[in-house]
């Protein structure tokens, strides 16, 4: 699973709901459809560490809204719901138990508009997490 999976993993089981059939997550593309959308795309991060198991991947989070007069306010709610989810996550989390912590780096972004006039926003996320290693020379 990558970072960004486990991210989507954490989201489809969150309460309140936060991913529904009208608020799909993606993972690595934007797709055309729908309007409104999550998607979770890896984005690198800092070196892991060279002796244990601990890695710190980022997350770029993007939501898009609907171009109706309140897509841009309700894109921006949902990408706030996706941040209060997530930031400062006390425990490993059932549905991705490698994520030991997840900060944000920097706040909601707004991006402007596509060129389907949806408005657009970014949430990066900087990850700490410990994977299950295997045929690895890290403890």
Do not use: F
Not at 45 to 58: L, S
Not at 109 to 118: L, Q, S
Request: glycine share 8%; charged share 20%; net charge negative.
């Amino acid at each position: 699973m990558t970072p960004a999976m486990g991210i989507k993993a954490i989201l489809e089981v969150a309460t309140p709901t936060i991913l529904s059939t009208t608020w799909p997550a993606k993972v690595g593309r934007v797709p055309k459809a729908p309007d409104q959308v999550v998607v979770l795309m890896d984005s690198g991060g800092r070196p892991p560490e060279v002796g244990v198991g601990i890695d710190y991947p980022n997350v770029q989070v993007i939501v898009r809204g609907s171009k109706d007069s309140g897509g841009y306010l309700e894109s921006y709610n949902k990408a706030l719901d996706i941040k209060n989810e997530l930031l400062a996550i006390p425990s490993a989390p059932t549905a991705w138990p490698e994520l030991t912590s997840c900060v944000c780096r920097g706040d909601i972004t707004a991006m402007g508009y596509d060129e389907n006039d949806r408005p657009l926003w970014s949430l990066n996320l900087a990850l700490i997490t410990t994977p299950t290693l295997t045929n690895s020379h890290r403890e």
